[in-house]
């Protein structure tokens, strides 16, 4: 090859390198990668100024498919958030909350009012988790109570079978709610069933406590990392609309997170996040090589725990 070809095939390969690295983080324009669309509020007033006007969950509809539940931080002060995500044959509904609500009430007039609309009589409702704490499973047994449940135990065991994760926790695996199919990524490290769901419909990606705006508790430093890498491997080459995790702690202000136990926090940060949260994430993690430090980034904290 002579040095003019060499120079034109290296020209080439470069623009075929440039091109892949690329690829992933684009969709073609302008039907918005065929997600289905959805809209987030700019607020959640759930929690104040004052406590005695307010109900135990905010409901807000992402879309006719797909509701998001804010806790009141008047009910609990970690004001976590709740998913309940239709396909045409189940309805799940992620998490149950915090201490005492009325959330077998409010999971319930979001179902009938599903039902009428789509003029069907039932549809069955499958309850699981992104994770074990105390602040994810509070409602389970009202959530027992409704038609056509069934609740997802949250032990790693009875996860892994539901879900019929093989080789946990490093291979994932799918969840057809009926023409909606979600992946379901295991993401221990917060806690050791913890797991990531990403709906391909709306290409929303549910990270529980693992990533939100807030502080990232982590108990197992090893076994986070992976999870985050896993997280990041998973999400490469895929559209990611927003990352959605179940608190907010974390301010409007960069760096700055409420105090722990805030009730009101009328200048929090938005809900959602994007993959470029995820890859700092990843980044700071890596870095800490096993050793989990205190520290604040712009939209999250890292804890140990
Ligand atoms: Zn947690
Ligand atoms: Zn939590």
Request: aromatic share 8%.
């Amino acid at each position: 090859m002579n040095a003019q070809r060499r120079a034109g095939a290296i020209a080439t390969l470069a623009c075929l390198f440039a091109m892949l690295s690329t690829a992933s983080a684009q969709a073609p324009e302008p039907d918005g990668a065929g997600v289905r669309q959805g809209t987030l509020p700019r607020s959640w007033p759930t929690s104040g100024p004052r406590c005695a006007d307010k109900a135990d969950f905010q409901v807000h509809a992402y879309n006719d498919d797909l509701y998001i539940l804010r806790e009141s931080g008047c009910s609990n002060y970690e004001k976590p958030f709740l998913y309940l995500i239709f396909g045409k044959e189940k309805a799940l509904l992620l998490d149950t909350g915090a201490g005492q609500t009325d959330v077998d009430q409010v999971v319930n007039n979001v179902l009938q009012d599903w039902l009428r609309r789509n003029g069907r009589e039932s549809i069955a409702l499958v309850v699981a988790h992104t994770h074990a704490h105390g602040d994810h499973i509070a409602g389970d047994s009202q959530l027992r109570g409704l038609a056509r449940a069934t609740v997802v135990e949250p032990k790693p065991a009875a996860v892994q079978a539901f879900f019929a994760l093989r080789n946990w926790p490093s291979e994932t695996s799918t969840y057809d709610l009926g023409q909606r199919v979600l992946d379901i990524i295991p993401i221990p490290g917060h806690e050791p069933s913890s797991i990531a769901f990403y709906d391909r419909q709306t290409a929303l990606l549910f990270t529980g406590d693992t990533l939100y705006a807030g502080r990232l508790y982590v108990a197992d430093a090893a076994a986070f990392a992976l999870s985050i890498q896993r997280l990041v491997d998973f999400t490469h080459g895929k559209i990611v609309a927003h990352i959605l995790g179940n608190h907010i702690e974390q301010t409007r202000t960069p760096y700055m997170d409420y105090p722990v136990g805030t009730v009101y926090q009328p200048d929090e940060h938005p809900l959602e996040l994007g993959r470029a949260h995820l890859l700092e994430l990843n980044e700071a993690v890596r870095e800490m090589n096993g050793k989990v430090q205190r520290k604040a980034f712009r939209d999250f904290t890292i804890w140990p725990h």
